[in-house]
């Protein structure tokens, strides 16, 4: 049995043959997995270890740090800049990039990660993961802040782990998104869930909805509509998931469907969204669309979107292609004004749609 088993190794030799460059990529997934399997030890461990609990420091976002964020950053910084296979990495734990020591080789790629999404669930013993994005550095010179800020479109490779009863490893190297799962007993990432598919329509939305009443009113319209179910314009009912950890919500799509949304709010309309496009929105993104699923910020594709910033925010609505596309329905006819009024037959005292919203 064991020996039929397709490693993460052979699977990465096998997808890349004939792209270029194709060793030194799977060598760097390979030291990002290696990273994997020493988080999932660390996030294991729980409070054994003492790393639960907040620290009086705060990342770039102005969020509280975990002691885990901090340890799981660095163990993907020294698990992947000695090889002489990445030019430079950002993290959302990190201000600036981090430039690869004197004594290593600089090689063409950059990584850019999120090394523990949804940390603030950790004391909770709720499942949390490791977000990850690879892009090509083409110049020889060290690379600077200007560097990272291409669009998803160009990713060669992107995944995420999820630290839960088991530890899998979702991945894309541009050829669909295929799961592996960590079988601990050997140290190895086998192949579980191979060529996932997002299913076209879904019952299924997640989202946050205390945040209702500072979204815009495609998505308020939107999420009225999935409430009111088989009473409503839908005709059907819905259900909702909210895990507040992007990876095991997105996780759950890729493995069951559904869509999941942090829309644009007026919160703090400032940051543009929840999420951080380079190491969320963009790898998430990628693997869902290679899943036959969409990626969109309501009103444009994830992938397509030219960052500004390295920690920019986005708007992402993610997972089954028929209910993004008509969440972008409502975007656009709410900005050509031909949206029509929705009025819950459950709270038909009101209308959803407040015109100086529109302004
Ligand atoms: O990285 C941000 C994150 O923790 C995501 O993993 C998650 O989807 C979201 O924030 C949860 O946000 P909220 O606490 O507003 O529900």
């Known amino acids: ?3 039929r088993r397709t490693t993460l190794s052979k699977f990465l030799i096998e997808q890349l043959k004939g792209s270029p460059d194709s060793n030194a990529l799977a060598a760097l997934l390979v030291d990002v997995a290696a990273a994997i399997k020493a988080i999932s030890a660390v996030a294991a461990k729980g409070a054994l270890d003492g790393n639960t609990g907040s620290l009086d420091t705060q990342n770039v976002q102005g969020e509280t740090q975990k002691p885990l964020d901090l340890l799981t950053n660095e163990i993907i910084l020294r698990h992947c800049d000695w090889g002489g296979l990445v030019a430079g990495m950002a993290s959302e734990e990190m201000e600036q990039p981090f430039d690869i020591p004197g004594e290593y ?5 950059l990584l850019l990660f999120d090394p523990l999404d949804g940390s603030a669930n950790i004391d909770l013993n709720v499942a949390v993961g490791t977000i990850f994005s690879v892009l090509v550095h083409d110049r020889d010179d060290a690379p600077v802040e200007a560097d990272y800020l291409q669009p998803g479109n160009r990713q060669v490779a992107a995944g995420y782990a999820i630290y839960g ?3 899998i ?5 541009g050829q669909g998104s295929h799961g592996f799962t960590l079988d601990k007993e050997i140290g190895n990432f086998i192949l579980t869930h191979p060529n996932l598919r997002v299913p076209d329509e879904t019952d299924q939305f997640a989202i946050n909805t205390s945040n209702e009443r500072f979204w815009e009113p495609p998505m308020q319209r939107y999420v009225e509509e999935c409430k009111a179910g088989k009473t409503g314009p839908r005709g059907r009912d819905f259900n909702m998931r909210w895990i507040a950890s992007m990876v095991a919500d997105v996780h759950r799509i890729l493995i069951r ?3 999941f949304s942090y829309p644009r709010d007026n919160k703090a309309p400032n940051k543009g969204g929840r999420l951080r496009l380079l190491y969320e929105a963009n790898p998430m ?6 899943a036959g699923g969409l990626a969109s910020t309501g009103r444009n594709r994830i992938l397509d979107k030219q960052p500004e910033q390295l920690h920019q925010r986005v708007p992402v609505i993610l997972g089954s292609k028929c209910e993004v596309e008509r969440i972008e329905r409502y975007h656009r006819e709410f900005d050509d004004g031909t949206d029509q009024p929705f009025v819950s037959p459950l709270f038909n005292e009101r209308s959803l749609f407040r015109p100086e919203a529109r302004a």
């Open 165 to 167: 009863p088991s530890t």
């Open 285 to 290: 993104a990628m693997l869902i669309e290679q």
């Open 169 to 173: 490893l979702v991945l894309s190297v």
């Open 257 to 259: 469907g559904g869509v």
């Open 105 to 109: 080789s600089r090689g063409r790629y």
């Open 1 to 3: 049995m064991f020996n």
